[in-house]
């Protein structure tokens, strides 16, 4: 058996943190049992949908890595296939058409609600004769869900999870409009695709008992059901915009590596051992049901700030300027083949203290600047045009341009004008060649940016008005 997962996201927002988590799920337990993962849309809420959640979610998905096998499919270009199976069902004796008007419907709620019943509908149409049929009613098409006893979804997370059928209705497969309703769309779907397992948020746990009514009416296999537990903040509250990004663009627009946010949704919510750093190719040898945890799992924003730092230790230099170039144009800075072979140079030391690609492009824009640039407060409150003046002179007589003799020269200044502080010297010349007051070594910056454009750039700051 070919083992099939599906992420069925509903685009009526833009890519949250929770589908994220939930494909990756989906994709590994593909990838581990060299299955698919398929990708439908699950679109028939026609009021909510719009095509930007649509491409939201193909972005997110893509962004991640998590690669999905066949065509997207499209649940609301698939109603009639639905509506088909509907029928089928009717006639198979397994459904029957309800004729309530919406004042019967009311009644009856209100009856229910007054014995305190949990479902309402009185099931009236079930055995009922259809030559009794009022003319003027377009009827919906019910399914005949048990009427006693008990219903039990086997979890592959949760266990075992059993109902009293009682509360289980008669619920709506068909509209009147002939439009079927999200359960029947959902089971059909994921037959017609051949779904082995159906791993998706615990919030469909209840569902899936409506669910399985379906199948079992049909005739057709109840997929593996393995219900992920909700992705909480930090406070135990349900994750919201109130505790920090929630979108999977917002996290890729803040500098995160995808590789590090594979890393870190897995490990929300699943464990091996006291693993934190987990490659993917390791994920995909080790994800398994078993380790999904039952609880909730709480979203620790510093706890992904340092996986993020960790895999960008990880990267390649060379893919992380190409990754890093869009944040520092972004600033409005033109960035040419100088400026990035000057980023790739100082790679090592910008990745070395970086948790974001964003704070990189922050440290290290300034490599790719061109004269004039701006100066911040800091940097502007730095610039001692006296000191700056004796470096330019000291350092446009250094003829091996490196950071050691960068750095010894301006001890040497130091002790004839600081009192030996080397700080009072340093922090000048950071001010005067990165426009900031945080750099990494400016020996080492300085060398980067070799002595000519140095030295001009201390001409720059020196003659600052
Ligand atoms: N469209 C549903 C959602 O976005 C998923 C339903 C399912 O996985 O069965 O929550």
């Known amino acids: 058996m070919t083992v099939i997962t599906r992420i069925p996201p509903s685009p009526t ?6 589908t994220a988590r939930t494909a990756l799920y989906n994709w590994l337990y593909a990838k581990r049992h060299n299955g698919q993962m398929q990708f439908r849309i699950e679109d028939t809420d026609r009021a909510r949908y719009a095509p930007e959640y649509v491409e939201s979610i193909k972005d997110g998905l893509t962004w991640l890595g998590l690669t999905w096998d066949g065509p997207i499919l499209s649940q609301f270009e698939r109603r009639d296939r639905h509506a088909e199976i509907a029928l089928e069902m009717l006639k ?39 030559a009794t049929a009022p003319r003027d009613i377009k009827p919906v098409i019910r399914i005949k869900a048990p009427l006693s ?34 359960m029947l769309a959902v089971v059909v779907d994921d037959h017609d695709m051949g779904v082995t397992h159906v791993i998706r948020g615990d919030d469909h746990l209840n569902n899936t008992f409506r669910q399985n009514i379906i199948y079992e009416a049909m005739g057709w296999t109840i997929p593996v059901y393995a219900h992920l537990p909700l992705i909480l903040g930090p406070d135990g509250a349900k994750l919201s915009k109130r505790h920090g990004a929630t979108g999977v663009a917002e996290y890729a627009n803040m500098g995160y590596l995808p590789e590090a946010m594979r890393n870190y949704l897995l490990r929300l919510g699943w464990s091996h051992g006291d693993d934190e750093i987990i490659s993917t190719e390791q994920a995909i040898e080790w994800f398994d049901l078993d380790h999904v945890h039952r609880s909730p799992a709480r979203f620790d924003f510093a706890k992904l700030e340092n996986v993020n730092a960790h895999y960008i230790k990880e990267a390649d230099n060379t893919r992380l300027v190409d990754l890093v170039v869009p944040f520092i144009e972004k600033k409005g800075i033109a960035v040419d083949t100088t400026g990035r072979a000057r980023l790739l ?97 400016i020996f080492h910056a300085a060398e980067i940016l070799s002595r000519d454009e140095a030295l001009k750039r201390l001409e720059f700051a020196v003659n600052l008005k």
């Open 345 to 441: 140079a100082g790679m090592d030391e910008l990745k070395s203290r970086a948790k974001t690609l964003l704070q990189i492009a922050d440290e290290g824009a300034f490599y790719c600047r061109s004269i004039p640039y701006d100066f911040d407060d800091k940097a502007k409150a730095n610039l001692d045009k006296a000191i700056l003046q004796t470096i330019r002179e000291r350092l446009s007589g250094i003829t091996e341009f490196t950071a050691a003799n960068i750095e010894a020269a301006c001890k040497d200044i130091a002790n004839q004008n600081a009192e030996g502080k080397l700080g009072k010297v340093a922090m000048p010349l950071r001010a005067a060649l990165t426009g900031t007051t945080v750099s990494p070594s």
């Open 92 to 130: 198979a004796g397994k459904a029957y058409y309800c004729y309530c008007s919406p004042e019967e419907l009311e009644e009856m709620r209100e009856k229910a609600k007054a014995e305190g019943q949990v479902t309402f509908y009185d099931r009236r149409w079930r055995d009922a004769d259809p």
């Open 13 to 18: 927002g833009l890519m949250h943190i929770g």
């Open 149 to 182: 006893g008990e219903s039990v979804v086997h979890d592959r997370v949760q266990g075992d999870v059993t109902v009293n059928n009682e509360q289980l209705d008669d619920f709506i497969i068909l509209r009147s409009d002939g439009t079927p309703t999200y």
